[in-house]
């Protein structure tokens, strides 16, 4: 035998007093009777907790109704458990899956007002006003662009037609996307060089000119030279007193020597020449000296006369052969050349002078030259070189040279364009001008930019809600299916169902099943006559033994190895007496073995009521002694559940014997527990049941008494039973003398004292 042992210590909320024993012992089967809100349902939900965790037992609880799932919607019951929570589950699935439904129709249709197309119209569907913004920034740019696209080509047609004598462009056209790409390369020149560049597209190829050599010449040099000639003195070696200090003497006797023999006439003095006067004139002349004084003086006067010479032959540049572009440059460098020439020219003879001077006069000392020294050919040259090799090297590139002119020309052409608003032909336009006009651009094209990643951002927000709905839905709909693939077949149950109602009597209570697509299994409820019964004129009686009896198949139908707990959580409630004898009887059944649903060696089985008659009536009948001297109190568990306490019932004596003494045993402890809603309710029950069993009518028994008719009136209770303590305005102590004095006056005082207890 299965004895269990449930820790009352593991209860959620304080519901039972734990402070003496927390362990609650069950024998494989138990009764226990509480009144309503005593803990019945928490003790279910202790077994449940405990003994699911250890998966030694099945454990099986039945709560009435909570397993049965009315649909009023279509007028039919749902059985089971598993069922229940399944189309729990999918009408909540359902429910959730046409909100979200909504929503993506919602959203789609928030996609369809950004991406708008006039046949979105019909659908009622408007322009979104990011859809607005965005296509009003678009057409604005598209407008201007529009405007500046035709100033280009405007643009193009002026470079075209430029000049007859000039072309600008290469190839065989020029358009408006040549226009636009040189805008950036625009560049205005200054007349001078754009003249030049006129110039240079006029020019035909010329041949290359040879460069001038260098003349270096130290000048300066020279002219010392000259001045250390000049003032040169001759040595005497013998003083001839004729001659001493007059240089015109010595120079007139120096060339008379050079005339005369010795033997000869003098031509001058008319006497004799003689060796000995040659030898004195020799001596006096210093013959060595003067021999090299007038060796310089040849040597520096063709010197010079080479300079002079070279002068003379220097070829003068030719403007014309050069490019025009250079003829400026060329013009002014010829001058240069002709002022250093004539310069040079000048100083040369001046020095050439004063050394011819010397020659005639070659014992005088002459005064050094102070003349400026000239500048040199070699600076002009190197300029006229300059610009013959630029002049060269434009011969070598003369294409490319021209190809470079003409986009000079070209971009001058092209500023001129966009910087000129009155030339425009679109000031009629209020055209401000091309720069003005494409920071406008600008600024609409970030407009665009802006709105459309503001549209973007939204669009992509919605989508990404719209997966995300689809997504959820996808998941709704596979929940959906897996629920509808664990619901079970209950028609073979619902056909017991059926056969035990109709041999209970019951004939007007039939389950008819009833099939959906995609829905969980549905029961009809049919009369007599197999018609369909209003699911809102079902008692609550009716309903709850159609849920105990699908509970009672569901116990048949599972497997009969697994260890199993089954706990009946206050099943009987409003049936009427022969659904509650049908009940009861299929409670004693099963915890018996009859059905083979229940093993006492194995199983565990427990019964909880608060429901006197029921209590009485469910258990075994009698407390007769079995051969061993064994009672039924001995054999199964009894329990009374008061002021948060197990009593455990051990004997006949402490019983309920009847359903009218356990009202009695209730109104006690409803009084020393103080609840005085609860004591008038038992006292009305007391009363009914008295006066029914005695044939007394309600008159003859409260006698005129109202206060007292109006407690303890059975026809009152609803309005009684939503009093406080306070809107009683009675005692506890008051409602019992009350209640007593009603079979004190009425003569049954032994009956009152008989059962009440304090």
């Given at each position: 035998?299965t ?9 959620e909320?304080?519901v039972?007093?734990i ?8 024998k494989p ?41 009315v649909?009023d ?55 979104n ?14 407008s ?20 007859p ?102 031509a ?5 020449y ?51 572009f ?28 004063e ?20 500048d040199?050919?070699?600076a ?42 009155k ?18 651009l ?30 959820a ?5 596979g ?11 209950t ?24 099939r ?14 197999n ?28 497997d009969?190895?697994q ?32 059905d ?19 209590y ?103 309005a ?33 004292d008989?059962?009440?207890?304090h």
């Amino acid at each position: 035998m299965t004895n269990l042992t449930i820790d009352l210590s593991k209860q959620e909320y304080p519901v039972f007093n734990i402070c003496d024993d927390h362990i609650l012992d069950l024998k494989p089967i138990n009764f226990i009777f509480g009144r309503n809100g005593t803990g019945k349902s928490s003790l279910a939900q202790l077994i449940k907790q405990q003994y699911e965790e250890t998966e030694e037992y099945d454990v099986c609880v039945f709560t009435g109704m909570q397993d049965l799932l009315v649909d009023d919607k279509l007028n039919a019951v749902v059985l089971g458990k598993e069922n229940k929570e399944a189309k729990e589950q999918v009408d909540r699935i359902d429910l959730d899956l046409i909100s979200r439904q909504g929503k993506l129709t919602e959203l789609e249709n928030s996609l369809k007002s950004l991406l708008w197309k006039p046949e979105f119209k019909e659908l009622g569907i408007n322009k979104n006003l990011l859809f607005t913004h965005k296509e009003e920034a678009e057409k604005d740019y598209k407008s201007k662009e529009q405007l500046i696209d035709a100033f280009y080509t405007y643009g193009a047609k002026e470079v075209r037609e430029f000049s007859p004598n000039i072309k600008l462009f290469s190839g065989s056209s020029y358009n408006k996307n040549n226009f636009e790409r040189e805008i950036q390369r625009a560049r205005r020149l200054p007349d001078k060089e754009l003249s030049l560049c006129k110039a240079q597209l006029r020019d035909n190829p010329k041949e290359k000119l040879k460069p001038y050599h260098a003349i270096h010449h130290n000048y300066e040099e020279l002219l010392d030279r000259v001045n250390e000639v000049i003032t040169r003195e001759l040595a005497q070696i013998e003083i001839l007193p004729e001659f001493k200090d007059n240089p015109q003497k010595q120079n007139f006797a120096m060339h008379g020597k050079k005339l005369h023999r010795p033997g000869e006439i003098c031509a001058f003095c008319g006497n004799l020449y003689t060796k000995q006067r040659e030898e004195k004139l020799e001596l006096f002349l210093s013959v060595d000296e003067l021999k090299k004084l007038n060796n310089d003086l040849d040597l520096l006067l063709k010197r010079i006369n080479t300079h002079l010479k070279e002068m003379e032959e220097l070829e003068e540049p030719k403007t014309s052969s050069f490019y025009s572009f250079l003829s400026d440059e060329v013009s002014d460098n010829i001058l240069g050349i002709k002022h250093a020439q004539s310069s040079l020219v000048s100083f040369l003879r001046i020095l050439e002078s004063e050394l011819n001077e010397k020659r005639r006069d070659l014992f005088s000392r002459r005064n050094p030259l102070s003349e400026q020294i000239p500048d040199s050919l070699n600076a002009e040259i190197e300029n006229i070189n300059k610009l013959i090799d630029r002049h060269n090297n434009h011969t070598d590139s003369f294409v490319e040279q021209q190809k470079k002119a003409r986009d000079i020309i070209r971009f001058h052409l092209i500023s001129e364009i966009i910087e000129d608003i009155k030339k425009h032909p679109f000031k009629k336009n209020s055209w401000r001008g091309y720069c003005a006009e494409k920071n406008d651009l600008k600024h609409l094209a970030e407009r665009v930019v802006n709105e459309r990643q503001i549209f973007e951002q939204e669009v992509e927000s919605i989508e990404i809600s719209i997966r995300a709905e689809k997504s959820a839905i996808a998941r709704l709909e596979g929940d959906r299916r897996n629920q509808l693939k664990r619901t079970q077949n209950t028609e073979y149950l619902a056909n017991i169902i059926n056969q035990k109602l109709s041999a209970g009597g019951k004939q007007d209570l039939k389950l008819s099943v009833r099939r959906l697509e995609d829905d969980v299994e549905h029961y009809m409820i049919l009369d007599e006559k197999n018609g369909t019964r209003d699911i809102s004129k079902i008692s609550a009686g009716e309903k709850n033994i159609i849920a105990f009896l699908y509970f009672i198949g569901f116990l048949k139908s599972m497997d009969s190895r697994q260890k199993k707990i089954i706990v009946f959580d206050d099943p009987m409630t409003s049936n009427d007496d022969t659904m509650q004898y049908l009940m009861i009887t299929e409670l004693q059944r099963l915890y018996r073995g009859t059905d083979r649903i229940f093993d006492r060696n194995r199983d565990c089985f427990l019964c909880m009521t608060h429901n006197v008659h029921f209590y009485l009536n469910v258990q075994p009948h009698g407390a007769i002694e079995d051969k061993h001297g064994r009672t039924k109190y001995d054999k199964y568990n009894f329990y009374i559940i008061r002021d948060k306490t197990f009593f455990k019932v051990e004997k006949e004596e402490d019983d309920f014997k009847t359903h009218y003494e356990a009202l009695w045993m209730e109104l006690n402890d409803l009084f020393e527990s103080g609840h005085l809603n609860s004591m008038l309710n038992s006292m009305r029950r007391i009363v009914e049941t008295f006066m029914l069993f005695n044939k007394i009518h309600p008159d003859h028994f409260y006698k005129g008494k109202d206060e007292h008719r109006k407690m303890f009136n059975v026809h009152s209770h609803a309005a009684i039973d939503e009093l406080s303590a306070d809107a009683i305005g009675k005692t506890k102590e008051q409602l019992r003398d009350m209640f007593k004095y009603l079979f004190y006056d009425n003569e049954f005082e032994e009956h009152f004292d008989s059962y009440w207890k304090h």
